[in-house]
């Protein structure tokens, strides 16, 4: 604990006891010792971690008289440009506690309110003398860290003022106190304090201080000091009595610096305006509704609400601009703000404020309108129609337009679907937005609502949007039209809503087409031949064209289902013919996309078919580009076309995305990413695309993955393929997915390592990239793969499918082991100074390492699912067998790394041996390894040890110069096939026990003194017949170890029986060959009780008599790891 640290407690222990100064005798010594440090120190972090922990222990005692003290030592750092600004920030910050003047604040001695006010006295002072160390700032004012203590300060006024509000409610219930006396005592004498801090720091600033304190513009305490929901009366009469104080003191400051505020008329406030006597709008509202507790606000707020009309009008004088001096005008806007948060009463009090305005500026038009819509503009509240007769919202009755009905005369006549409309004039609204842009005189109501006014005083109005008539062919639509008809007569205008937009786009043509089909078909013809009225085309043309057909688009959308299709083709096709012959590009770019929309709405119509073929030549006319497909829906176009037909057209959409994306490789991003998207959605429509034939939409999906690079391709395809596989013809799916296993094998998932790119490489060309982090490829075809495969189809697809895909990754490795070594070579000899980089040997590197760090079984077993009590039906063991061996004989035959110390491939042959030992883990650690799968990892082990025998006896293994690496001994290949502590072959560990209870009579359970167990008897016995055969060996010596790290198989409730059966009944006499023996035995017993408690077991008398043994041992080893064992095991209790 350090010695500030002990101050602290120090602190804390004497304010539990103290009554007195006089008690805080450790305290005060402290913060002697601490003041004269942080004086003394030369570093600025360190005298201002003193300083901080003078008030961390002030802040300690509660002790007002302390804080008092420290305030007074600060000035020491006034000239201290590091260390004063933030100190203060701190003060600030611990001040309200202190001078809150709150119970729980100590002082000389406990305090009642009749002694209320020495405590206010000696707060108050407290405070000045706080806001004097704040004012020495001569040497700081320009710092920037000042903004923050005059911020803190702010702050600091505002908790204050809370606290002591609280204060006043606290002894109002807890003693016989009179509220006005609690005000007066703890609120009033706080104004004068505020009132002389903002004097000094406006004189400070020379009448406009640059700290924001006392700035007109600015609110002063108040900018902090938020309104609670209900603010007590005394609460609201303190803000009151501040806000006039702070009012009389910029009356004078403004008198005395700017005279010519004299001259001002009344409408101009002398002092501060509205919005910074008060921040929070909040506080105007309650003054509004309790006057008899805030007089000085209620009556600035009334004055301004209600000002005559005389006042309102006065003109901006001259010496007076309002854009550069802002706050020395009210702002109304804060003042409805204030009215409007009141709710029901808030819409009352705009009333009034509207009708008092619309009297005092009725014989000003212009200024009237002007107020009106800022009114409602800024009150943001929701008004009846009754309110708005009482604001004179003048609007114009709504023309309901009639659609007309359809000629059906056989000869061709003209049609205006709008005749009713015919010839009217368009009717305007006489707003003050319709008036033309004009110049008006600034007043003090223009100043008061915000506008800007020009150098001259002028407010300048921008004309505003015209009223404009409703576009014809949007007026045709069904929400602009009379809904006062009939049933038959609304499906009447709705057919005629469509046949009006259809003439319409058919005028897009050079030679508009008549109506010469049927509508709406061949056997129900409804009109005869005709063509749009030039009247209506007249008053469509005012509006723009492309305004236009994006309605008559709308309307055709919205009734896809009753549009003709067979009508909707042929205007398709002239509408391409007429693109095809002209030569305007602008006009051809409208066209053609007013063409590709009503392909879409073709699509969704009661003919989808029909879309197949336009879409077709849409894909010719713009040069077979495959971005058409894109817009359209190829599931929903091939689902209504037949079989045949939708096969052809889905093949060549395929066809002509893949086609885009090999093409787009090495073009701009903008384009491969555009092709990407494409086939992005090309696979989602395929993976919906079960109107094709199953072995069609495979050989798609197959197509599609094998023509892309990208994986956000290949992954939703390789999902939709292993959905496939929950049909009754799985086949097909799984030798889809065979045929693509070949994506995940590689050194990458994007690219396929061929010979020719690793003759490159040998050639010093591109290095294949290596993915070390994410496969998803390789996810899908085991994650995805556990997820949506049945478990019929499990089986096959580990053979056909998986299995397949892991012997491609090792064969690969296999194959490329002399393209390694010719690319090592070439490395070395190459004069490039960047092939010879940590970054090249790292990235060959990697390709070994993607392949060769696999786990063994990490694939197989959980896809398998091998956890389930009944193995699935077809899946046998020997899968991870074969998959397995076929690995083995790989590694065996050429196994390299790269040495990064040497910065040389060398053979590692003991990878075989860390292979045979996860195997061992494996088989000890799963608790789904049944009987049959125990039995076959245990061949397994026994395959990889004769593999592992027949490399060790090959001739280039005994040419100890062709080799650099050491073989690993066959000690410790015999250690990993030792038997398993805990389970027999062919039994799990809870038949093995019950087994063994049978054999055993009840009451032979402790006739032993090792508690024999048949399985552990069998484990000890081999670990002693292997230590046997290598006596003689000093493999045993140097690896012995090795057979210390197979004990920790043991279980911990055999450790011990396990430890007696290798220390007990040896012989310890005779050649070296028995000695090492009984050495061995006594040493992996050791390693068993090492770190172990063993003082509840039953069996530790019989470990005792043991350890004496050994004691008294003839040879001297043994009895030293005798002594040497007690020893630990003394000092262990």
Avoid at 42 to 51: E, H, Q, T
Avoid at 200 to 206: A, K, L, P, Q, Y
Avoid at 274 to 282: A, E, G, T, V
Wanted: net charge neutral.
């Amino acid at each position: 604990m350090t010695w500030e640290e002990q101050c602290l407690l120090w602190s804390g222990w004497e304010t539990l006891s103290a009554k007195t100064h006089q008690d805080f005798k450790i305290t005060q010594q402290a913060l002697v010792k601490i003041k004269q440090q942080a004086f003394e120190e030369k570093d600025d972090d360190s005298r201002l971690n003193f300083a901080k922990t003078a008030l961390a222990i002030v802040s300690a005692t509660q002790s007002l008289t302390f804080f008092h003290d420290l305030i007074q030592w600060l000035g020491v750092f006034s000239e201290d440009l590091e260390v004063f600004p933030e100190l203060l920030v701190e003060m600030c910050k611990s001040a309200a506690e202190f001078l809150s003047c709150e119970p729980h604040v100590r002082i000389l001695q406990p305090y009642s309110t009749l002694n209320l006010s020495d405590l206010a006295i000696v707060s108050n002072l407290a405070l000045s003398d706080l806001l004097k160390v704040v004012r020495l700032r001569s040497s700081v004012k320009k710092s920037y860290s000042w903004l923050q203590v005059a911020n803190s300060a702010l702050e600091m006024f505002a908790k204050v003022i809370d606290k002591r509000v609280t204060a006043v409610h606290h002894y109002l219930l807890t003693e016989s106190s009179d509220e006005s006396d609690l005000i007066r005592i703890l609120l009033e004498s706080l104004v004068s304090i505020i009132v002389e801090h903002e004097r000094e720091t406006s004189i400070d600033g020379g009448g406009e201080n640059a700290d924001g304190w006392g700035q007109p513009g600015r609110s002063g305490v108040l900018a902090s000091l938020q309104c609670p929901p209900h603010p007590s009366s005394a609460y609201l009469t303190f803000v009151d009595l501040l806000a006039k104080a702070r009012d009389q003191l910029w009356t004078e400051i403004r008198a005395n610096n700017e005279p010519k505020f004299a001259e001002l008329g009344p409408g101009w406030p002398r002092g501060l305006a509205i919005q910074h006597l008060s921040s929070d709008h909040k506080w105007l509202c309650y003054a509004l509704l309790r006057p008899e507790q805030a007089p000085f606000l209620s009556c600035k707020v009334n004055e301004l609400l209600f000002s005559p009309g005389d006042i309102i009008l006065d003109r901006i004088p001259p010496a007076l601009n309002p854009g550069e001096r802002p706050e020395v005008v009210d702002s109304l806007l804060s003042v409805i703000r204030a009215i409007t948060s009141n709710g029901a009463d808030g819409k009352k009090w705009v009333l009034r404020v509207w009708s008092h305005y619309s009297t005092v500026l009725s014989e000003h038009p212009l200024y009237l309108n002007l107020f009106r819509d800022w009114l409602l503009t800024h009150s943001r509240l929701e008004f009846e129609g009754e309110v708005n007769e009482v604001f004179q919202l003048h609007t114009h009755p709504k023309v309901i337009p009639m659609l007309s009905n359809v000629p059906l005369n056989l000869s061709l006549t003209t049609w205006d679907p709008l005749e009713s409309l015919g010839g009217r004039p368009r009717q305007r609204d006489a707003s003050l937005s319709d008036l033309e842009s004009k110049e008006i005189p600034g007043t003090v109501l223009t100043c008061r609502m915000g506008y800007r006014h020009s150098k001259d005083g002028f407010v300048h109005l921008k004309a505003g949007p015209k009223t404009k008539a409703q576009n014809p062919i949007s007026m045709l639509n069904s929400h602009a039209l009379s809904v006062d008809q009939s049933k038959d007569a609304s499906f009447g205008n709705r057919e005629a809503r469509i046949l009006a937009s259809l003439l319409f786009l058919d005028t897009l043509n050079p030679q508009p087409r008549l109506l010469t089909t049927s509508f709406p078909n061949q056997s129900v013809q409804r009109f005869g031949p005709v063509m749009l009225a030039e009247g209506f085309l007249a008053r469509v043309a005012e509006y723009g064209m492309k305004d236009s057909i994006s309605e008559a688009l709308i309307i055709l959308r919205d009734n896809a289902v009753d549009v003709p299709a067979r009508m909707l083709q042929d205007l398709i096709q002239s509408l391409l013919n007429t693109v095809s012959t002209s030569s305007k590009a602008a006009e051809c770019s409208s066209t053609m996309a007013c063409a590709m929309k009503l392909v879409q709405m073709l699509v969704y119509s009661s003919r989808p078919r029909l879309a197949g073929e336009l879409i077709r030549r849409l894909a010719r006319e713009l040069g077979n580009d495959m971005l058409m497909y894109c817009k359209f829906e190829v599931d929903v176009i091939g689902r209504a076309l037949p079989y045949s037909q939708a096969h052809s057209y889905v093949q060549e959409c395929v066809e002509s995305i893949c086609n885009e994306v090999q093409a787009s490789e090495g073009q701009s991003r903008r384009r491969k990413n555009r092709a990407k998207k494409s086939l992005i959605k090309l696979v989602k429509s395929l993976a919906r695309a079960d109107y094709l034939a199953q072995f069609a939409q495979l050989r798609l999906l197959q197509k599609v993955c094998e023509a892309s690079s990208y994986n956000d391709v290949r992954v939703p395809a390789l999902t939709a393929i292993l959905k496939k596989t929950r049909t009754k013809s799985c086949g097909q799916a799984l030798k889809t997915l065979s045929n693509l296993a070949a994506l995940a094998s590689g050194p990458n998932e994007t690219e396929n390592i061929s010979e020719q790119m690793w003759q490159e490489a040998e050639n010093m060309g591109h290095l294949p990239r290596v993915e070390t982090s994410k496969r998803p490829i390789l996810e899908i075809f085991v994650s995805g793969a556990k997820k949506y495969l049945p478990e019929e189809v499990m089986s096959a697809y580990v053979q056909e499918v998986l299995i397949p895909l892991l012997h491609r990754g090792w064969e690969l490795v296999y194959r490329c082991r002399k393209s390694f070594e010719r690319i090592y070579e070439a490395l070395n000899s190459s004069v490039d100074e960047t092939k010879h980089d940590s970054s090249t040997d790292a990235h060959i590197y990697n390709i070994w390492r993607s392949h060769c760090k696999r786990r063994p079984l990490r694939f197989i077993f959980p896809l398998l699912g091998l956890s389930r009590t009944q193995l699935t039906e077809g899946v046998t063991d020997e899968l991870s067998l074969q998959e397995f061996n076929y690995r083995l004989k790989l590694f065996s035959e050429s196994l390299f790394v790269f040495k990064k110390s040497s910065a040389t491939y060398v053979h590692q042959p003991a990878y075989t041996l860390a292979i045979l030992a996860e195997l061992r883990l494996e088989r000890e650690k799963y608790p789904y390894c049944s009987a049959p799968l125990y039995n076959h990892i245990l061949a397994l082990m026994t395959s990889i040890y004769e593999n592992a025998t027949r490399l060790r006896n090959e001739p280039r293994m005994l040419e100890s110069s062709s080799y650099p690496m050491t073989v690993a001994s066959r000690f410790e290949y015999d250690v990993q096939l030792l038997p398993s502590p805990s389970r027999t072959t062919g039994l799990d560990d809870a038949a093995c026990r019950a087994q063994y209870e049978a054999s055993q009579p009840a009451s032979s359970s402790e006739n032993s003194a090792t508690g024999a167990d048949p399985v552990l008897s069998r484990y000890v016995s081999a670990i002693i017949d292997l230590v046997t055969m290598y006596a003689a060996d000093p493999v045993l010596l140097i690896k012995l170890d090795s057979l210390t790290e197979v004990l920790d198989e043991v279980p911990y409730r055999k450790m011990l029986g396990c430890a007696l059966l290798l220390g007990e009944d040896f012989e310890s006499g005779g050649n070296s060959r028995t000695q090492v023996i009984a050495w061995a035995r006594v040493r992996l017993a050791i390693s068993l009780l090492e770190g172990r408690d063993f003082s509840k077991a039953k069996q530790r008398n019989a470990m005792l008599d043991m350890i004496e043994k050994w004691k008294r041992c003839d040879v001297e080893i043994i009895r030293q790891e005798a002594w040497a064992w007690e020893l630990k095991d003394k000092e262990s209790y």
